[in-house]
């Protein structure tokens, strides 16, 4: 550090009332105030003021930008960066800049700063904020710098801090709402989607020429090319998600907000005045005023609201996140245990599941990955693959498949943990991610990829050369930034592709080509994707041409169809050669070949038997098209068959027909079926019916009829993807793998519940399985008269006392309360009232009557219609062959009504066998 530098960091000290470097021994201080205060230069400053140092930001990219700053005035032997997917330690480093995550904490030196330490209240991230607040110190000075919210926290949890403020350098004024073609320039529009930043983006263009934007899924490369061009003048606009809120010091004059709420990875909610503020400071630089307002969507911000954002003035944070770090390892179990202890300081509250913690609950229900965790080490090295993050933040099933992946080859088959990753396996990852086709989605999830890949090179331990596949994932995600960057400026900046228009003009025949790696090149230029058998359309082509009798996309998309004649048969091919591996079923319903989604999963006749959908927009012909829906029904039979075999299993054929409509009943059902029912078919049981079906894995309990196996979180999964298919409907969220009774969500149908193995009961719905033993107990427990409902059966339901009375009613329990407890009996049964039996033969059918079993039993069912007298009622149960007189208890079966179905030449379902 210069003179001048060190100078100016002693008088910014005096200024906050803290001593300079030489007369600071172990001194913890927090620097507070709002955005454009130099809290982050004062650090900085203090830092290279120390023989060593280390700060944690919250985002690489400040962790980046500090590292730049640090080497030029110390020397780039002298300073480190650290961070998951970016280390660079020269053997002799004093300064280390990294993210928060990254903070090699037991490293002792001199000086330790942590920055936007307000995000300790962060539902996600914030319990490592937390840990480094109680415990990363500097053997000098520690120093955090944030927000004034976390003030009271601060004194509470850390009593020795000195609490210090810095006033904002500038003036944030509001200026209330306009319409976004009106904005001056120099401003920045900010949503909080990607589908809102791409439209407003697109009519910043149509009106002003052109903008950057700025999205928390851009890698730094990319982002650091936008900013790069709005602070050049190439446009004077910025769309942005609230990703501007931390670390961009751009030239910013107005903020602009077209949105108020968010969704933040769980549910959408309002902006907090302190969010709100966090981005609004953005505007303004140092010295020079700032004023933000709203788009004319959305109208004025409340007189309240402005007046605290304006002044600065905020709710101060009540608790923080936090989450244990002394864990155990002795067990799954063990460790499971350590991550839900509660916190004992008052102000601390204990962190929302992390992505850490659901990777290790899905992977903790796949066998072999148990077999293997079998002692501390090997439970030690689980966790750390399960802290590999998942920068897509979307959390999928693909992701925990992957991480598990990963630890089979660290443990090898002899489950010692001792083994690398296989050199070829991970050239074969990395790979497929290497191309830079597609769109802005497709290269932004391509770059979410490949930075996991660079998280996992930088453990020497787990992979070979790792210098090596640190270069080239480095490299592969600048190659990725740069072509996102090329198509986000010809998207939002100039998409008018003058050289391919003026070729159409001059001549209808264009030369088109499909690159290797899906490029559909019209004349050279790039003109759309080919992802499976889905054509997308480069935007920047979709322009009319003007005095010309065609549109310019019309002409170029016949030309792109003319280059997709060769390839789509070929890629037919290569489909249809493909193992079935190479094939995935999301939970939206779409069927992914090899990352690419290729037809959509849609309701059939039969919720057992959903149709294929194949996704190509007019690119396949008709025989080319049903090829493809060939195989991939052919393919999603199988998937079924494999995940839910009990319904798809061949039966004997030598059930009986009681048996056998049962059977129907519960697979119809997806797996599970309250027992009233089926009550008329299972009084129709003989002890041999029942042994063969106990045979077939079907439990027949007192409250439900279901399939054991159906029960387990994957089968669960797949019981709700095809109910949502068949209703129609969006799937609703499942419960967490593990939870045996959940909350029932007012908006989701009853029927998904029973769908999934879940009985709805009143404000709950319960595992079946569940439902059994607790209904059994209670069954036992009234056999002595009133029972007090013991906790160890909200223990077995997973819920709360204060749930029990409306379970147990459902079950047939009556409460009656006391001055001093609740007790529960037998409800009095009443018998039902019948019905006056009508003057005419009324026939009733139970079940689907367009269902395979029901079409089988057509003939039967015709004969029993002929069968009318008067005054009597007749009930036909299809499924059992059976009439009954109401009125009358009477059952009488039909077992040739059976054999008169099978020899018919209507066409069998598996079921009714």
């Known amino acids: 550090m210069t003179v001048s530098g060190l100078a100016s960091a002693v008088k ?16 913890v201080a927090a620097v507070l105030g709002p955005t454009n205060t130099g809290k982050t230069h004062f650090a900085m400053e203090r830092m ?29 032997r002298s300073v480190a960066l650290i961070t998951g997917e970016e280390k660079i330690i020269p053997p002799q480093a004093r300064y280390l800049l990294c993210t928060v995550e990254s903070m090699p904490v037991e490293r002792r030196v001199a000086f330790v700063g942590v920055d936007e330490i307000q995000m300790c209240a962060d539902p996600d991230r914030g319990h490592i904020f937390t840990d480094r607040l109680l415990h990363a110190r500097g053997t000098l000075e520690t120093l955090f710098m944030g927000a004034e919210t976390i003030r009271p926290l601060i004194r509470r949890l850390v009593p020795k801090a000195e609490i210090l403020t810095r006033p904002r350098f500038s003036t944030l004024s509001y200026n209330g709402s306009r319409k976004i073609q009106r904005l001056p320039p120099r401003t920045a529009i900010v949503a909080f989607s990607s589908a809102d930043v791409y439209a407003i983006a697109e009519l910043i263009r149509r009106q002003r020429g052109g903008t950057a934007v700025v999205l928390g899924a851009l890698s730094p490369h990319t982002r650091n090319a936008q900013v790069a061009m709005y602070q050049a003048g190439e446009v004077d606009y910025l769309v942005a998600t609230d990703a501007i809120g931390m670390g961009l ?6 903020i602009a907000f077209a949105a108020l709420r968010k969704f933040d990875g769980r549910y959408p909610r309002a902006l907090t005045a302190a969010e709100l503020a966090q981005i609004a400071g953005r505007a303004g630089r140092h010295m020079n005023d700032g004023t933000f307002g709203t788009t004319a969507d959305i109208g004025s911000l409340d007189n309240d609201l402005v007046e605290r954002i304006e002044n600065h003035r905020f709710e101060p944070l009540r608790t923080v996140f936090w989450r244990n770090t002394n864990l155990r390892f002795t067990s799954l179990e063990a460790l499971s245990a350590s991550l839900a202890r509660l916190p004992s300081i008052h102000g601390l509250m204990l962190a929302r599941e992390a992505d850490d913690e659901r990777v290790l609950a899905a992977l903790r229900h796949e066998p072999d990955i148990v077999a293997l965790a079998r002692h ?17 933040k979307v959390m999928s099933d693909a992701h925990a498949h992957l991480l598990g992946r990963i630890y089979r080859h660290l443990m090898g088959p002899d489950g010692h943990g001792d083994q690398r990753l296989p050199t070829d396996w991970v050239a074969r990852q990395v790979g497929h991610i290497d191309r830079v086709d597609g769109d802005i989605e497709a290269l932004m999830q391509r770059i979410a990829n490949i930075r996991t890949w660079t998280y996992v090179s930088y453990r020497g331990d787990w992979i070979d050369d790792a210098a090596g596949w640190q270069e080239r994932t480095r490299s592969i995600e600048d190659k990725l930034s740069d072509a996102l960057h090329q198509r986000l400026l ?36 790039f003109v759309g994707t080919l992802e499976g058998f889905r054509f997308t359309p480069d935007p920047s082509v979709h322009t009319e041409s003007r005095g010309d009798s065609r549109p310019a996309a019309r002409v ?54 959903p149709k294929v959908e194949p996704d190509s927009q007019d690119v396949l012909e008709t025989a080319l098209r049903e090829r493809v829906r060939r195989h991939l029904t052919q393919w999603l039979r199988r998937y079924l068959a494999d995940h839910l075999p009990a319904l798809y299993a061949e039966r004997p054929s030598d059930l009986s027909g009681a048996s056998a409509g049962i059977l129907y009943q519960v697979c119809e059902a997806l797996g599970s079926l309250p027992r009233p029912g089926a009550a008329t078919q299972i009084s129709a049981l003989s002890n041999e019916d029942r042994k063969a079906l106990r045979q077939l894995d079907l439990q027949i309990g007192r409250e439900s009829v279901y399939f054991p196996r159906l029960l387990k979180p994957q089968a669960i999964a797949v019981r709700g993807l095809l109910w949502s298919v068949h209703c129609g409907v969006e799937l609703p969220n499942l419960p967490t793998p593990g939870r045996v009774s959940v909350t029932v969500d007012e908006t989701v149908p009853l029927a998904f519940y029973d769908a999934i193995g879940y009985r709805p009961l009143g404000r709950r719905a319960v595992r079946v399985d569940m439902l059994e033993r607790v209904a059994a107990r209670a069954r036992a427990l009234s056999r002595e008269g009133e029972f007090e409902a013991p906790a160890e059966l909200s223990t077995t339901l997973g ?19 006391t001055e001093t407890q609740t007790l529960f009996g037998r409800a009095v049964r009443r018998p039902p009232t019948r019905p006056n039996p009508g003057p005419t033969s009324v026939i009733k059918r139970q079940g689907v009557s367009h269902s395979p079993f029901a079409k089988r039993c057509a003939i039967s069912c015709q004969r029993h219609e002929r069968r009318k007298s008067a005054g009597r009622q007749v009930v036909v149960a299809c499924p059992l062959f059976q ?13 040739d009504a059976r054999q008169r179905c099978r020899d018919s030449q209507v066409p069998s379902h598996p079921q009714a066998r």
Request: net charge neutral.
């Open 12 to 27: 910014d000290a005096d200024s906050l009332g803290m001593p300079s470097t030489a007369a600071t021994r172990a001194r």
């Open 48 to 76: 290279l003021g120390h023989a060593s140092g280390m700060i944690g930001f919250p985002l690489r990219l400040l962790a980046r930008e500090n590292y730049d700053r640090a080497v030029k005035a110390k020397g780039a």
């Open 249 to 254: 010091n751009m030239d910013l004059d107005h």
């Open 376 to 392: 501390p080490d090997a439970i030690r090295l689980l966790w750390q693959v399960c802290q590999i993050p998942d920068f897509r």
């Open 490 to 525: 010809q998207r939002f900046v100039d998409r008018r592709t003058s050289v391919l228009l003026g070729r159409m003009k001059k001549r209808d025949d264009l030369v088109s080509v499909v690159s290797a790696s899906g490029d559909v090149l019209v004349e050279g230029e």
């Open 556 to 609: 170029l998309n016949a030309a792109a169809m003319r280059a997709l004649q060769a390839e789509i048969p070929s890629r037919l091919r290569r489909l249809e050669a493909d193992s079935d591996e190479a094939f995935a079923l999301t939970p939206e319903g779409w069927i992914v070949w090899r990352e690419a989604p290729v037809a959509r999963v849609i309701a059939g006749r039969d919720i057992l038997y």
């Open 799 to 817: 819920c709360g006392m204060g749930d029990l009375p409306e379970i147990l009613a459902a079950l047939g329990f009556e409460a009656r309360k």
């Open 883 to 895: 009439e009954q007189n109401v009125g009358e208890p009477s059952l009488r079966k039909r077992p």
